[in-house]
C-alpha cells in the first residue's frame, strides 16, 4: 500500500488588504500518497495555484498543518523551507522561467549545481533526460531559439534533475496550442511514471486532469472528489 507523502490537516488560507481578509482555503484536509498522480481542477481564481503553492513550500497557511513524510514542514524557516524544496520537490509552471542567457543544458543543470552536485554527473543526467523528450539536437540552444513546447520540455527535465520524488505542475500546457500540449502532456505522465515519481498537478483542463489516478475540484474554498 502506498505510504502517505503530502497531507494537508485543516489547511486554512486568508489574503488580507487592508480592512478587508478574502479566504481562499477553508480548513481543507487532503491526502497525497507516493506514486499516483492527483489533478485539482476549478474555475480561475479559486484558490488553485495557493493550494500548490502551500504543498509546494513556497507559501505558508494561516492555520493548519502541513506534513512531507511524517515531517511538519508549514513550520520550517526559510532556509529549511529552501532546501527542502530543492531536495523533495520539482516544479512545472505554465510560463517555463527558463533564464534566457542559459543554453537548454545548463538550464537543467542549475537546480542540482546549487546542491553542489559533480558536474560531470549532472551534466550527464541533464543529457539524458534532454534526449529522452527529443532535444538532443537542442542542448545548446537558448530558449529564445526552442519553440514553446520545446521550452515547457526543457522545464519538465529541471524537474526531474535533482531526483525530487514529488512533482508538481500549474497548468503546464496552458500556455501551449492543441498539438504542444498533447506532446507535452504525454511526455510528462511517461516522464513521471518511468522515473516512479508522485505528480501533483494543477489545471483547468478537465481533459488533462482525467489522465491522473484522483481527480479533485476546488470550490467554494473547499477540496471535493470528482473521481477515485
Do not use: W
Not at 38 to 60: E, H, P, Q, R
Amino acid at each position: 500500500m502506498n505510504k502517505d507523502l503530502l497531507v494537508f490537516e485543516e489547511v486554512s488560507k486568508i489574503y488580507t488588504s487592508g480592512d478587508k481578509k478574502l479566504l481562499i482555503l477553508d480548513k481543507i484536509n487532503f491526502t497525497l500518497k507516493e506514486g499516483t498522480s492527483v489533478a485539482i481542477t476549478g474555475n480561475s481564481g479559486c484558490g488553485k495555484t495557493t493550494f500548490l503553492n502551500i504543498g509546494g513550500s513556497l507559501d505558508k497557511p494561516t492555520s493548519g498543518r502541513v506534513f512531507y513524510k511524517d515531517n511538519q514542514i508549514d513550520t520550517l524557516d526559510d532556509v529549511g523551507l529552501s532546501q527542502f524544496r530543492s531536495t523533495n520537490i520539482g516544479f512545472i509552471f505554465q510560463s517555463h522561467i527558463l533564464l534566457e542567457d542559459f543554453s537548454a543544458l545548463e538550464n537543467v543543470c542549475i537546480p542540482a549545481l546549487i546542491k553542489k552536485e559533480p558536474l560531470r554527473d549532472v551534466k550527464k543526467r541533464a543529457v539524458k533526460l534532454l534526449e529522452r523528450v527529443g532535444l538532443q539536437q537542442r542542448l545548446h540552444h537558448l530558449p529564445s531559439k526552442l519553440s514553446g513546447g520545446e521550452r515547457q520540455r526543457v522545464a519538465i527535465c529541471r524537474a526531474l534533475i535533482n531526483n525530487a520524488e514529488l512533482i508538481i505542475a500549474d497548468e503546464p500546457t496552458g500556455s501551449l496550442d492543441e498539438t504542444a500540449s498533447k506532446e507535452i502532456e504525454k511526455l510528462l505522465f511517461d516522464l513521471v511514471k518511468e522515473e516512479n515519481r508522485t505528480l501533483l498537478l494543477v489545471t483547468h483542463n478537465l481533459r488533462l486532469a482525467n489522465e491522473c489516478s484522483v481527480v479533485y475540484l476546488l470550490q467554494n474554498q473547499k477540496l471535493q472528489v470528482l473521481n477515485d
